[in-house]
C-alpha cells in the first residue's frame, strides 16, 4: 500500500522532466494538497482500500512519474489504468483538481514509454470512428440476434463462462436502421438543435433517434444530424491517445459549425463534447460552450409534451458522466416526473458508479461487477417497471447484470420512455 508519507515525498524527490512526460500537467497536479477529501467518494478506493487506487495516490503516482522520480511498471499502469475516470473525485475536491485532466495525462505518458498498451485500443477506436465499419457491426450483430444463432449459443453455454461468454452477454438487441421521422408540425422558423448520435449509440441505440426527434418536434425545435461528425474521441482520451482524440475532435468541430445547441443522446459522449475546450483550447471553447444534455433542452419547453400516463415504477441510474461532468442530474428527474401517474425512484442513493466506466467492465470485470452489485440489490429491492439510464455503457452493463441475476427489468434511454409516452398534439 502507497503510504501518506510516500505520497508526500515522491515530489520533492523528483529532479529532472523526462521527455515523454513534459507534457504532463504539473502545474495542476500541484493544486492537490493531499487532504484525502476525495477518498470516500472514489469507487475504487473504498472497494480495494488501497491508497494508490485512490485519487490523491494516483495524482502522487504520475507527479512521480512525470519527475522521474518513479519508473514505468506493471504495478503503475495497474493503479492509473483501474481508475474508472468517474470523475465523482473531481466534482467533490476543495482545491478544484481538474482529476480528469490528470489521469488522461498520465495514462498518455504511460503510452507514449510503452506504446504496445494502446495498440488494441487504436485498432477499435479505428472500427468505431467509421461510419461504414459501424453498419457492417451492427448488419453483422443484427443477423446474429434474428437467425436465432444467438439464441442458440445461449441456450447451450458453448462459450462457456469465461470473458467471451461475458462478451456475448453485453450484446444489445440491434434495431433495424432508424431514419429520423418528418417534421410534422406547422412552424415558421423551427429552433435547430444539433444532434450527437455517438459511434456505439449509432450501432446499439438506432431507434433513439426517432425517438429523440420525435421529443424534440413535439417540443418546437428541429433536430438534425449533421452527416461529417464522428466519434467523440472519449475512448483515444481516456486511454492515452490525445493525438487521436483531438484529431476526431477536430472533425466534429468541423461538422457542427454554427450556433445552434449540440446535444448528445449518450452522456459519456456529451461529456466528452464539454471536455473539447480543455482539450483543444480557444478554438473549441464556443462549440463545448453548446452543448447541452437532451433532458434539459426539453424541461425548457416541458409544457408543450402531451405525455401519457403511466402507473410504472421506474428507477433512475444517474450516469458518473451526467453527475460528475456535465453535472445537470436534475433534469432527468423533472422531465420524466411530468409523466402523470409515475413513481421515480433512486437506483442507488449512493450513486457511485455502476462499474461500466468507458471498457472498464470489459478490461476489469471482477471489479466491474463487484461495483455494480449494489445497482443489483437495490433493482431486486426495489423491484421497478423499468431501469433508465441517458448512457449507453451504463445501460448495457446494467442489463447484463440484470439478466445474469434472473431480474427481468428493461433498462431503457430516459428518451426512449418519455418517446413511449408522448401524445399527438391537437389538431
Ligand atoms: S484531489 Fe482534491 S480532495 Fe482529493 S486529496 Fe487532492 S486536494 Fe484533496
Ligand atoms: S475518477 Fe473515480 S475512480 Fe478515478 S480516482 Fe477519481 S473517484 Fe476514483
Not at 512526460?21 to 495542476?28: I, K, V
Amino acid at each position: 500500500m502507497l503510504q501518506r508519507s510516500m505520497i508526500l515525498c515522491i515530489r520533492p524527490m523528483a529532479t529532472s522532466l523526462s521527455s515523454a512526460a513534459a507534457a504532463f500537467p504539473l502545474a495542476e497536479a500541484d493544486l492537490c494538497v493531499k487532504c484525502g477529501l476525495c477518498l470516500p467518494h472514489c469507487p475504487t478506493y473504498l472497494d480495494l482500500r488501497n491508497e494508490a487506487d485512490s485519487p490523491r495516490g494516483r495524482i502522487a503516482l504520475m507527479q512521480g512519474l512525470a519527475m522521474g522520480a518513479i519508473t514505468q511498471s506493471a504495478s503503475l499502469e495497474d493503479h492509473l489504468d483501474g481508475c474508472l475516470s468517474c470523475r465523482a473525485c473531481e466534482a467533490v475536491c476543495p482545491a478544484k483538481v481538474p482529476y480528469g485532466l490528470l489521469i488522461d495525462s498520465g495514462r498518455a505518458v504511460l503510452a507514449q514509454q510503452r506504446p504496445a498498451r494502446v495498440r488494441a485500443l487504436a485498432v477499435l477506436s479505428g472500427l468505431l470512428s467509421r461510419r461504414s465499419a459501424r453498419r457492417i457491426v451492427a448488419a453483422l450483430l443484427r443477423f446474429y440476434q434474428r437467425s436465432g444463432v444467438q439464441q442458440l449459443v445461449r441456450a447451450t453455454h458453448v462459450l462457456g463462462h469465461g470473458n467471451l461468454a461475458r462478451l456475448e452477454g453485453l450484446l444489445p438487441q440491434i434495431d433495424a436502421v432508424s431514419t429520423n421521422p418528418p417534421m410534422t408540425s406547422a412552424r415558421s422558423e423551427p429552433d435547430e438543435v444539433l444532434l450527437f448520435a455517438g459511434c456505439i449509440g449509432d450501432i446499439a441505440e438506432r431507434r433513439l433517434r426517432s425517438d429523440a426527434a420525435r421529443l424534440f418536434d413535439a417540443c418546437g425545435y428541429e433536430l438534425r444530424q449533421p452527416s461529417a461528425q464522428t466519434c467523440c474521441g472519449a475512448l483515444d482520451q481516456h486511454g492515452g491517445r490525445p493525438a487521436a482524440a483531438q484529431r476526431l475532435a477536430r472533425i466534429n468541430l468541423d461538422a457542427f459549425t454554427g450556433t445552434a445547441p449540440i446535444t448528445a443522446m449518450a452522456s459519456g459522449c456529451g461529456a466528452s463534447l464539454l471536455d473539447y475546450a480543455s482539450m483543444l483550447g480557444d478554438d473549441a471553447r464556443a462549440f463545448s460552450a453548446r452543448v447541452r444534455d437532451p433532458m434539459r433542452l426539453l424541461l425548457m419547453r416541458a409544457d408543450r409534451l402531451r405525455l401519457a400516463p403511466l402507473a410504472a415504477r421506474v428507477a433512475i441510474h444517474l450516469p458518473c458522466t451526467q453527475k460528475n461532468v456535465l453535472r445537470d442530474a436534475q433534469a432527468t428527474r423533472e422531465l420524466l416526473a411530468k409523466i402523470p401517474g409515475i413513481t421515480l425512484l433512486e437506483l442507488d442513493t449512493e450513486q457511485r458508479c455502476c462499474g461500466a466506466a468507458g471498457l472498464h467492465f470489459v478490461t476489469h470485470p471482477a471489479q466491474a461487477d463487484r461495483l455494480l452489485a449494489p445497482k443489483l440489490a437495490a433493482a431486486r429491492a426495489l423491484a421497478p417497471d423499468y431501469i433508465v439510464s441517458a448512457n449507453i455503457g451504463c445501460a448495457l452493463h446494467l442489463a447484463a447484470g440484470l439478466r445474469r441475476d434472473g431480474t427481468t427489468v428493461p433498462v431503457i434511454h430516459p428518451l426512449t420512455l418519455l418517446a413511449q409516452q408522448l401524445m399527438a398534439s391537437p389538431g
